[in-house]
Each structure stands twice: as C-alpha cells, then as structure tokens.
T-cell receptor, first 112, second 112 residues
Framework: ETGVTQTPRHLVMGMTNKKSLKCEQH?????MYWYKQSAKKPLELMFVYNFKEQTENNSVPSRFSPECPNSSHLFLHLHTLQPEDSALYLC???????????FGPGTRLTVL | QQQVKQSPQSLIVQKGGISIINCAYE??????FPWYQQFPGKGPALLIAIRPDVSEKKEGRFTISFNKSAKQFSLHIMDSQPGDSATYFC???????????FGQGTELSVKP
C-alpha cells in the first residue's frame, strides 16, 4: 500500500448505529487531518493531529470522535449521526502541519 | 463567512481551449495558495501552488496568476484536454498554524 488509504470506501448507517472510519498513511508523515466534503461546498477541516496530539477541533459535534493511536493511523468514530452528516470524509497527511497535504480517496458516508 | 470564494461553480470548455478558474480572498494572513485537482472517486491532489511574492507560476499547461493588491488568483489551463475533466479547488494557507481554507470547487468538463 502506498500513500494514504481509507476504509471503508462506502458506508451506510442508521442514525442509531456506531461505526468507525479508518485512515492509514504510508508516507512517514507526522500530521494527519479529517475533512468533510459535501456537494457544492468547500472542504471543511474537522480535526488536526500533530505527532498523535490533537491540535485542532473545528467546532465539530461530539457525535464525531477522532482517535490517533500513532502517527500512521487515524480513526473517526461515529455515533448517533444525522442525515445531514452524509458526505465524503477525507483523510489527509503531511510531513508536518502546514506542509503539502496528501489526501486519501475518502469514505462515502450515507446516514439513513 | 466564506474566506475563499471560487468561481465559476462549473465550466465547460472545448478541447484545445483555455480553462480559467478564479478565486478571491480577504484575509491577508494567508501565505501560500495551492490548487488541488480531484477526479471522481479520488481524493484531491496538489496540482500547482504559488506564494504571494510571485505574480505568476507556470507548470506545463497549468499557470497560476496572482494579484496581491486585488487579493485574487486564478488557474489557467492551456490547451485543455478531456483528461483534465475534474473538480478543481483553490485554497489558501494561514501563515500561523498552516490551516488550509478551501474554495467551493469548480467542476470542469472538457468536451472532445
């Protein structure tokens, strides 16, 4: 595997379900990011981790819970989501915060 | 408020034509302006970037024009090809903390 990988690529969940999105980067980077991409809207930064420490939470509702166990892995735990949370969730990494970001292919999430 | 405004939302160009996408910003704390290209089913990928001390940067068929006084920058794609059909995002990076702010995206379609 090379670059930034994300699993699953597609996810359909009910509003009462609990699920997790996984991101792994194989680039030796130290910073990782979660973005939300909705149609016709700018990419919205959700969380930033630098050397496993969360450095930014962009006023994200608590039903989204990130976890970064090491510099290569990033998770987004989801629970009691709303239909308006349906979107493409993108993970990215960079050598350090502020450097060029490399994106994964995203997880297409549908909340019923 | 929307910090980076991008237009047009969609663009159709004939093969061989010039594609032009415009972005405007207001915050003078931005120090780096990248453009990302996103194909369906893929994450955004860095295409070309410019710093505000330069008025133009060219890489192959892709050129960024930057007008610091007007706080505007644009992407020009010369000799547009069907393979250029994708969504293009402009972005601006804060000089403190390195956070990227994205425009809404432009869906480009190049007709053969």
């Amino acid at each position: 595997e090379t670059g930034v990988t994300q699993t699953p690529r597609h996810l359909v969940m009910g509003m009462t379900n609990k699920k997790s999105l996984k991101c792994e980067q194989h680039l030796g980077h130290n910073a990782m990011y979660w973005y939300k991409q909705s149609a016709k809207k700018p990419l919205e930064l959700m969380f930033v981790y630098n050397f496993k420490e969360q450095t930014e939470n962009n006023s994200v509702p608590s039903r989204f819970s990130p976890e970064c166990p090491n510099s290569s892995h990033l998770f987004l735990h989801l629970h009691t989501l709303q239909p308006e949370d349906s979107a493409l969730y993108l993970c990215a990494s960079s050598q350090s915060v502020g450097n060029e970001q490399f994106f994964g292919p995203g997880t297409r999430l549908t909340v019923l | 408020q929307q910090q980076v405004k991008q237009s047009p939302q969609s663009l159709i160009v004939q093969k061989g034509g010039i594609s032009i996408i415009n972005c405007a910003y207001e915050n003078t704390a931005f120090d780096y302006f990248p453009w990302y290209q996103q194909f369906p089913g893929k994450g955004p990928a860095l295409l070309i970037a410019i710093r505000p001390d330069v008025s133009e940067k060219k890489e192959g068929r892709f050129t960024i024009s930057f007008n610091k006084s007007a706080k505007q920058f644009s992407l020009h794609i010369m000799d547009s090809q069907p393979g250029d059909s994708a969504t293009y995002f402009c972005a601006a990076r804060y000089n403190q903390g390195g956070k990227l702010i994205f425009g809404q995206g432009t869906e480009l379609s190049v007709k053969p």
